[in-house]
T-cell receptor
């Protein structure tokens, strides 16, 4: 059983398109995240939701819109994709009472 | 400010010990983490240490924390080729485990 699963794993798309990445966790955690890892492996948090409420929103273009239909899901929608959006996007989850964040396998997005 | 620094590369021979070093800036960090990322894969939590500890050992892994110097290290005993990966250090500034600050990762190459 995959604890944090995200789809698709690979996505190649043209500039200007709109795409979504989906994430689900079956750990019963109350907090979910989206991280971006760029080509230099730099990892930075984008968003965090706790019980479906947005609690962390870093400086991210408003073309990126997270949506949390329930606390087990956090999807990332990206409008008008740009070349610079090419990266690996990691979904993650944690429980407030615990100390660790669990990551998904990553979604490799390439914008051409 | 918040910053986590690691050397970018480390090369060792199979069977030797590897020591990966990390420095951080936020003295209020409650937990410090080591994550492993294998090529094309997601982030796997290896271990973490609470800030009031000096050392934590888990099988082949030993974490040392020098809180005065804000220095964290990960020692891998009897390094194997399967240990080849990128190792990320992360801190939780202000004890906020939801918003980790990450290093750029150390690429460990294990040579036969």
């Amino acid at each position: 059983d995959t604890a944090v699963s995200q789809t698709p794993k690979y996505l190649v798309t043209q500039m200007g398109n709109d795409k979504s990445i989906k994430c689900e966790q079956n750990l019963g955690h109350d907090t979910m995240y989206w991280y971006k890892q760029d080509s230099k492996k730099f990892l930075k948090i984008m968003f965090s939701y706790n019980n479906k409420e947005l609690i962390i929103n870093e400086t991210v273009p408003n073309r990126f819109s997270p949506k949390s239909p329930d606390k087990a899901h956090l999807n990332l929608h990206i409008n008008s994709l740009e070349l610079g959006d090419s990266a690996v996007y990691f979904c993650a989850s944690s429980q407030e009472s615990e100390n660790t964040i669990y990551f998904g396998e990553g979604s490799w997005l390439t914008v051409v | 400010g918040e910053d986590v620094e690691q050397s970018l590369f480390l090369s060792v021979r199979e069977g030797d010990s590897s020591v990966i070093n990390c420095t951080y800036t936020d003295s209020s960090s409650t937990y410090l983490y080591w994550y492993k990322q294998e090529p094309g894969a997601g982030l796997q939590l290896l271990t973490y240490i609470f800030s009031n500890m000096d050392m934590k050992q888990d099988q082949r892994l030993t974490v040392l924390l020098n809180k005065k110097d804000k220095h964290l290290s990960l020692r891998i005993a009897d390094t194997q080729t399967g240990d080849s990966a990128i190792y990320f250090c992360a801190e939780s500034p202000g004890g906020n485990n939801r918003k980790l600050i990450w290093g750029l990762g150390t690429s460990l190459a294990v040579n036969p």
